[in-house]
């Protein structure tokens, strides 16, 4: 009895046992199942003979087309088989018995992870294990997208135009390019593969460029020096991408070529600083130059900088005569001479159309102003263009730092003083600047302020000097003198200011002004005395002397035999038929023409058969030399003569004197000017009493 209860709980307590086993395996399946659903890779179970066990929804996703296969016990080789023959596996297809038996080693021979295409145009990474029972775990990814990257980038790679090639971190060499790299840098694309990278860069360059190639860059500001195989040197930007290609890490370098780029820039920059038709440094490098070299003489101990213009003498002629052609051929010549004569620490510059400057470093004044008085002989002598023989020269203003000033701009300013001071005493001569030269260029600087601002303010007025009739005394014309009394500087002289309105490009206002005011006092006077006005040469150049005269006329209206122009033999010189058909337009209106100061310049007397002057008038230099120089009588009585034979009126300027009137009188002069007569006056303050006689 013991013994049967003995048994059967016994008997009870085992099968208890089995079921809490079997409730313990089934939740833990359970949980496996659960688990491997919940992974996103596919994952599969076999047994020691390769047989299913388990696998996860995701696996059963992946083989689609053979899913219906899957159930536990089947063999692996079957389903593939089966799927084989359905066309599942587009890679066995003609080669089906080698592709299985590959497969099915790579099962029982797990080891690295291979790839698997699908005919649903997936691409499935397979990894596998062996487990200690001798079952496999297998587990799949789906890396579709990856191998499509892979191949767009594969074929922008490779077809890329921009040459490129991959970098590898850890070998230093270069893993593969594409073909334009190898086109660029001239090897064989299969030579590019495995080639250490450091044989495109110069031995000193390659530690650089190692750190470059190995870090994230995208400069396109600077280029690198890249070897060639057959040794040329290039310019080539290089940007670089860190990657990991096929599980290495490495770097895609891509390579644009500048060479030429480059070289524009370089040729680019060149003609920025330096002057094309003579290859000498620009105004612009010259600049440049002068701050770099003053700044550095400004250290201990101070050196001398030397700043000399040059500036070519007659150059104006040779184009208006030869052209521009024989002209740039002058100045090339003139660079060549003036290149070979200068110090090698020296520059020498072109800085405008015919000037030149010369920058002398550690050369004392004195050896500068050497260097710039030979700079003068040379030019001097003569030039041989196309087998004309041309003369111009050379004029040279100076300016030396520290001793007439540490600044650049400063300078330059001194240097060309000294140039204009020059040319004014003598052309062919070199002149150092001198502190009186920026004081007179201050004063010139006031003084145009001053005239522009009495122009606008109509400050000046035109005051009137009598012509007299030599035989009656009756004034016969009142020639208007412009006067300026300056507020602080009185009575500015007109050879002081007009020239300076000239240079200012006042004349027309001034000349306008003068003939308007002329015009209309003339219309109080009586109709027997005439106004004269003088023009300057310019008014001819500018081309508006006939309009203007023809308003002023017009708007006060007077007479235009009642007008008299005064023009010098500076206008007859200008080249061109302009000024000879402005004077016979002016003459068909009726209007007088005398010619001033006649004596004192060339006095060509084809100047008085080619043009219909009215009247000469006598130079008063002659008249005060009257009674001292016997030349002077010789050459009054000779212009006398020429206005006798000619029917030209002749008017004696300068008579202060009776006994120059009584002289003149007698020799046949016409008529007079001076202050005998009267000195020049406001309009208001003219007395025509003198005509009542």
């Not at 360059?205 to 040329?232: E, I, V, Y």
């Not at 330096?274 to 440049?288: F, K, Q, S, V, W």
């Not at 004197?657 to 202050?675: F, K």
Request: charged share 25%; aromatic share 6%; hydrophobic share 40%.
């Amino acid at each position: 009895m013991n013994q049967d209860l003995f048994g059967k709980t016994a008997g009870g307590g085992t099968l208890q046992t089995l079921e809490t086993a079997l409730q313990a395996a089934s939740r833990a399946e359970t949980r496996l199942r659960e688990a491997i659903e919940a992974m996103p890779e596919g994952i599969v179970f076999l047994d020691e003979e390769d047989r299913y066990i388990l696998w996860n929804q995701k696996y059963a996703e992946f083989y689609e087309k053979s899913a219906d296969l899957l159930e536990p016990g089947a063999r692996l080789g079957d389903t593939l088989r089966i799927g084989i023959a359905r066309g599942d596996y587009p890679e066995a297809i003609g080669n089906e018995e080698q592709w299985l038996a590959a497969r099915l080693q790579r099962l029982r021979e797990p080891g690295d992870r291979h790839e698997q295409w699908l005919s649903n145009g997936r691409c499935i990474m397979i990894e596998e294990r062996r487990l200690d029972d001798g079952g496999t775990i297998g587990i799949r990814v789906d890396i579709t997208e990856l191998k499509r990257a892979e191949e767009a980038f594969r074929v922008l790679f490779e077809c890329n135009p921009l040459p490129m090639f991959v970098y590898d971190l850890d070998s230093s060499e270069i893993r593969g390019a594409n073909e334009a790299a190898a086109i660029l840098l001239g090897y064989e694309l299969s030579e590019m593969s495995g080639m250490p990278a450091c044989h495109l860069f110069s031995q000193e360059l390659w530690p650089k460029a190692a750190s470059l190639l190995a870090t994230d860059s995208a400069d396109s500001q600077h280029s690198w020096k890249m070897q060639c195989r057959d040794g040329t040197v290039i310019d080539a930007m290089i940007s670089t991408r860190l990657s990991m290609i096929h599980g290495l890490a490495g770097t895609i370098v891509s390579v644009v070529d500048v060479t030429e780029r480059r070289r524009i820039e370089r040729r680019m920059a060149h003609m920025a600083r330096h002057d094309e038709l003579t290859g000498l440094a620009n105004r612009a490098h010259c600049r440049e130059h002068l701050q770099e070299v003053l700044a550095g003489a400004g250290q201990k101990p101070a050196q001398i900088v030397t700043l000399a213009l040059v500036d070519l003498d007659h150059f104006k002629a040779v184009n208006d005569t030869y052209g521009h052609h024989f002209g740039d051929t002058v100045l090339t010549e003139a660079a060549n001479r003036m290149r070979g004569l200068i110090p090698p620490e020296a520059l020498l510059c072109r800085i405008g159309g015919d000037e030149f400057a010369i920058i002398f470093r550690r050369s004392s004044v004195t050896q500068a102003e050497l260097v710039a008085k030979s700079i003068i002989t040379a030019l001097s002598e003569p030039f041989l263009v196309h087998g004309h023989v041309i003369h111009i020269g050379a004029t040279v203003g100076f300016a030396a730092s520290p001793h007439d000033s540490i600044d650049p701009e400063t300078l330059l300013r001194y240097a060309d003083l000294a140039l204009y001071d020059a040319k004014g005493h003598r052309r062919g001569t070199c002149r150092g600047f001198e502190q009186k030269l920026d004081q007179a260029a201050q004063e010139k600087n006031r003084l145009e302020k001053d005239l522009r601002a009495a122009v606008q303010n109509r400050l000046l007025e035109v005051h009137y000097q009598p012509l007299v009739n030599l035989d009656s005394g009756v004034v016969e014309c009142y020639e208007a003198l412009l006067r300026w009394n300056h507020p602080e500087r009185g009575q500015v002289p007109p050879d002081v200011f007009v020239p300076l309105a000239e240079e200012m490009g006042l004349i027309d206002q001034l000349g306008r002004f003068v003939l308007h005011s002329a015009c209309h006092a003339a219309m109080e006077w009586p109709a027997n005395v005439n106004v004269s006005v003088n023009v300057s040469p310019l008014q001819f150049r500018n081309g508006n002397l006939l309009s203007t005269v023809i308003n002023a006329l017009s708007a006060s209206r007077l007479p235009a035999e009642r007008l008299e122009l005064e023009i010098t033999e500076a206008v007859l010189m200008e080249k061109g038929p302009r000024p000879a058909a402005i004077i016979r337009n002016l003459r068909a209106f009726g209007i007088g023409i005398s010619l001033d100061d006649f004596g004192t310049g060339y006095s060509s007397l084809s100047y008085l058969l080619n043009y219909p002057f009215t009247k000469i008038k006598i130079d008063k230099s002659f008249i005060l030399n009257l009674h001292q120089e016997a030349s002077s009588r010789a050459v009054i009585r000779a212009v006398i003569g020429i206005g006798r034979s000619l029917g030209l009126a002749v008017t004696a300027e300068g008579i202060e004197r009776e006994t120059d009137r009584d002289y003149l009188r007698l020799e046949g002069c016409s008529q007079g000017q001076g202050y005998l007569f009267g000195r020049p006056q406001p309009a208001s303050e003219l007395d025509h009493a003198i005509n009542a006689a």
